[in-house]
């Protein structure tokens, strides 16, 4: 007897079972990525902490080479003038270290870093190009572009330190032998992305707290340093950055685990607890 061919034992899927699964794939994409935009952040902020280990090792063998003496800044911010770029602690660190610093962070976005024509005139690497909108307050012929995304404590430096009124002289912490406490001073950090202080190499830390206005500092603090480079509001005590210490780790703290007041900080070497 002939018997036609057997019939499919299949049917296809439904319009409602066929929008559950996209309902049910779109809830784990949903799910998933806040983990990878969280893991990718952690990465970046994980390599910005190796630069600054690297920055500090170079910092070290300088020490080391010049009798404990703490390498110089030159950048100058704000159109300031009177320092020099050929003696930057950039330059001076890839002098001693050897080879070039990892001198641009992942976690940094600023527009002011060079577009890649100025880079080539500047015989600059190349990697460091970016949107090149001017940094504000410098001239043409100061290069007046981002040279780095990290700087240094200037109460650490010759060039830029803070003056004591009382005493008629200025700061004197430019030596390792007059730091107290080296693994609680600030040396290296994140500088602010945007504004004058995106194309120096230091700080001015004596600005931040002016009289007793303590509330102001994280406001003043953040015009100079991006003290929110890894999380949190640009300007508030519970913003989040990496920094550099003078003994040569590195660590993420929130701002106000770094700068409490005045006497009570980790960029004062007297005050550094």
Not at 132 to 138: D, I, K
Request: aromatic letters at 10%; hydrophobic letters at 40%.
């Amino acid at each position: 007897m002939f018997c036609g061919p057997a019939r499919a034992n299949r049917r296809a899927f439904t319009l409602i079972e066929l929008l559950v699964v996209v309902a049910i794939i779109a809830l784990l994409i949903s799910i998933l990525l806040p983990s990878l935009r969280s893991a990718r952040q952690q990465a970046r902020v994980t390599v910005d902490l190796s630069n600054f280990r690297s920055l500090s090792m170079a910092h070290w063998m300088y020490i080391t080479d010049n009798n404990g003496w703490f390498v110089d800044v030159g950048l100058s911010h704000g159109g300031s003038g009177g320092l020099d770029a050929d003696v930057s602690w950039i330059r001076t660190l890839e002098s001693t270290y050897g080879k070039a610093l990892l001198r641009k962070s992942p976690l940094d976005d600023s527009p002011h870093w060079a577009p890649g024509n100025a880079l080539i005139e500047a015989g600059m690497d190349k990697a460091l190009a970016g949107e090149g909108v001017p940094v504000p307050g410098l001239a043409a012929n100061e290069f007046p572009w981002r040279r780095s995304s990290y700087g240094m404590n200037n109460l650490l430096t010759r060039s830029a330190p803070a003056f004591n009124s009382a005493a008629g002289r200025n700061y004197e912490y430019d030596r390792l032998n007059r730091i107290k406490r080296p693994s609680d001073t600030v040396v290296f950090l994140f500088m602010a992305k945007e504004g004058e202080f995106a194309g120096a190499d230091h700080t001015h830390v004596e600005d931040w707290q002016i009289l007793n206005l303590f509330q102001v500092v994280p406001r003043n603090a953040a015009s100079e340093v991006q003290i929110n480079s890894v999380s949190g509001p640009a300007a508030d005590w519970t913003s989040v950055s990496n920094w550099a210490f003078v003994d040569g780790h590195a660590e993420t703290r929130r701002f106000d685990r770094v700068y409490r007041q005045r006497d009570d900080n980790n960029f004062w070497p007297d005050a550094a607890r």
